[in-house]
């Protein structure tokens, strides 16, 4: 009888926390949506001509509707993983991909404080592994972004590595305030903040690293943290990922790399290591670090007549001591014997102010940073050859003082920004360039916002309240090859327009704009035949890696590794392992 009761009480327990998660994902719910609004309207501000102080009350109300997500987002990430039936995806990712590009959104943080951030990934890692791309991502990102907030001055380090016993490890070294080991014991405890003063300072909850705990436990993984030796702290993860497909074999480039060679020149030690280890790796067994720009002069000049010259210097636009990679690209240009093809490596989200210098032809082209194993493997491709067909471009300047053409107006300032967001809208419009989208909306603003930002993308939009109306759309335009469908709306909802799409034979992308975050949901969206979930509020960014992922998806088709498969209602991407 006593155990009758003890199972009856236990089932009403986790009733009562079912129906818990559910209040929390519905009041959530309600909230994101607006959160939309205000980041979609003021993302679009930011692109119109204000002046300093309408981009300042700009730059607050994004920094607080972001705040607020990141808290409304974080609650609700605690309240699902106490549900009975929390799931962990389990399927094939690029984890390096996933590395390279969340690191993005961080970097120009970074770098706008002076803090240098390095991602290093080991050639150990592999093509593709097995696991919740989503959920590993979060985690990289709750750790990333702890270290930016907290970083002031020095460098933020990022490693990502892969063994046979640990599987995947993520490493987060970096120079910030540092974490006394009495409260690392308690850092990733659920609601603690190891100072609550800092957190009001730098912004937060605190509970983006209980989040990353329970995550990491969910995948039988670890998480910890140590003091850095040198000041600040190591935050790290390991969680035993399984390989899908092998690491890839190691790039050869067609012409011959032995002997090349280069050099580095950085303040930073620990950016031009990464440099080195890379350029090594690929097979530049030749190359050199400088960390002393002052030397530069001399070492090229030297290599030139002992007949053994550089073929490439990678210089950093940013160093300390007054001789920056700006003024330095200046001073190499008066050795007239100069061969060596000079890059500028310039940290991302940096050029502003400096884009004017890009028309003195100082370098022959800019490498950003972090740097990105394709980025560089494209450029030295070209390199290579180029110095095989002796087609080496680029032209001097004219002496004079670089000091004359520095610091930039006001006024010039105005000018390049305009010819950046003007470059920016060209290349913005390649990314949907050619398709015909159908968004089905029926919040007015939100679809005006959806809308605008597709349009920017280049593609061809049609606009649906409802799902009815998207039904009539698409018999009318079946060419619509992508659909942002909303999932609640008036006379016929998400779920029922996709059901009858699917069983129109529409076989083409439908992906869910929904702002609720519940997997359980989401699987019920997948066997309705939706293909993707954009979780709202979504930023512009958000919806640019969607359109792309998917445009690549319609492109890669007859690609070895990658399946589109129509099964039923569902329309779906299969890993497909090699023979």
Sequence with gaps: MQENNKAGHSAEQ???IDKTTRFFANALHEIRTPIQTIIGAAELMRNTMLDKEQNEYVRQILFSAEGLLDLANNILDLAKMNQVGFKIENIPFDISYVAEHLIDSESVKAFNRGVELVLDISPNVPALVT????????????????????????????????????????TVTDSGIGISEEK??????EYFQA?????????????????????????????GVRSN????SVFWFKIPLSVALAKPSKI???????NYRILIVDDNEIAAESLLKKLVYLGFNKTEVCTDASKVSAILSEAEQSGQPFS????DMVMKGGLDGWHLGFDLQQISSLSTSLYLLVPEGQMHEDAKMKFLNLYKGYLYKPIKKDSLISLLSEELYESENNGKSGKKIESKQIEELVPITPEEEKSLSGDKTSSSKTENKKIAAGLKILVAEDHPMNRKLLATFLE?????????????DALDIIRNTPEISMIFMDIYMPEMNGIEATKELRAMHYNEIIIACTANNDSNDFAEYKRSGINDILVKPFKSDTLKAMIEKWKAVMQTISFEQINLLNIGNDLFIEYAEEA
């Design 252 to 258: 050869r480039f067609s012409q011959s790399t032995e």
């Design 131 to 170: 696991g919740d791309s989503m959920r590993v991502r979060q985690i990289m990102l709750n750790l990333i972004s702890n270290a930016v907030k907290f970083t002031k001055e020095g460098y933020i380090h990022v490693e990502l590595d892969y063994n046979d016993v640990d599987g995947i490890c993520f």
């Design 195 to 223: 100072d609550i003063s800092t957190y009001r300072l730098f912004g937060g909850t605190g509970l983006g690293l209980s989040i990353s705990r329970n995550l990491v436990n969910l995948m039988n993984g670890k998480i």
């Design 312 to 315: 490439i210097a990678f210089i």
């Design 14 to 16: 986790t009733s009562d």
């Design 184 to 189: 690392q014991k308690k850092i990733f405890t």
């Design 456 to 468: 920017r993308f280049g593609a061809e939009v049609y606009l649906a309240e409802n799902g009815e």
């Design 229 to 232: 030796p040198t000041g600040g």
